[in-house]
């Protein structure tokens, strides 16, 4: 059974930095892409990232290109997201999440955490 | 930037079909896939690749894709059924991944 527990959320300043995990469990986590999706309070979920099985490859949103970085460390099953030059419009409940498929370029995430809360505010 | 249109609301009684669309112009070349959120819960994907269902996922859930235009149809919608749904998918010339604006399905 898929598990996916994400930490790291919490209150920043604008223009501060942050770094959300995500641990997995239940499946091969070196063998998937794993995603980044957001979600503002009250509004629609915004695919934020994306990183290869085995991490080579990383994509991006426009709006957080330059200030996010995604990594993974398949050793300790664990995804990360770094969050820099923080801003008001960041503010977001950050789910973490697998993609479908085994090996290939990154399709559609399959499996999702529960999700960790991030404000940004001064 | 790529961009996936839905409905902000559709409305259904108990028992109808509910048919909820996402266009984009990416879809003719690009699978397109659903997921359902409740009130306070992470999303769950109930269609992948245009038309299959994970596993779990009830069979009135069907989706398909033709031209630029994706549907998600729940069948016999219930009170059990309202959620927000997300259309997603890719651009056509790859490595951008776009949800669309989501659709709040009411049965009443």
């Known amino acids: 059974q898929v598990q996916l527990v994400e930490s790291g959320g919490g209150v920043v300043q604008p223009g501060r930095s942050l770094r959300l995990s995500c641990v997995a469990s239940?499946?091969?986590?070196?063998?998937?892409?794993m995603h980044w999706v957001r979600q503002a309070p009250g509004k629609g979920l915004e695919w934020v990232t994306v990183?290869?099985?085995?991490?080579?490859?990383?994509y991006y949103a426009d709006s957080v290109k330059g200030r996010f970085t995604i990594s993974r460390d398949n050793s300790k099953k664990t995804l990360y997201l770094q969050m820099n030059s923080l801003r008001a419009e960041d503010t977001a409940v950050y789910y973490c999440?697998?993609?479908?498929?085994?090996?290939?370029?990154?399709?559609?995430?399959?499996?999702w955490g529960q999700g960790t809360l991030v404000t940004v505010s001064s | 930037s790529y961009e996936l249109t839905q409905p902000p609301s559709v409305s259904v009684s108990p028992g109808q079909t509910a048919r909820i669309t996402c266009s984009g112009n990416?879809?003719?070349?690009?699978?397109a896939y659903w997921y359902q959120q409740k009130s306070g819960q992470a999303p769950v994907l109930v269609i992948y690749?245009?038309?299959k269902r994970p596993s779990g996922i009830p069979e009135k859930f069907s989706g398909s894709n033709s031209g630029t235009m994706a549907t998600l149809t729940i069948s016999g919608a219930q009170v059990e059924d309202e959620a927000d749904y997300y259309c997603?998918?890719?651009?056509?010339?790859?490595?951008?991944?776009?949800f669309g604006g989501g659709t709040k399905l009411t049965v009443l």
């Open positions: 999440a697998k993609d479908g498929k085994v090996i290939v370029v990154p399709t559609a995430p399959d499996s």
């Open positions: 239940g499946f091969t986590f070196s063998n998937y892409g």
């Open positions: 990183i290869s099985d085995d991490g080579h490859d990383q």
């Open positions: 990416g879809l003719p070349e690009k699978y």
């Open positions: 690749e245009d038309s």
């Open positions: 997603f998918s890719t651009a056509s010339r790859g490595y951008q991944w776009v």
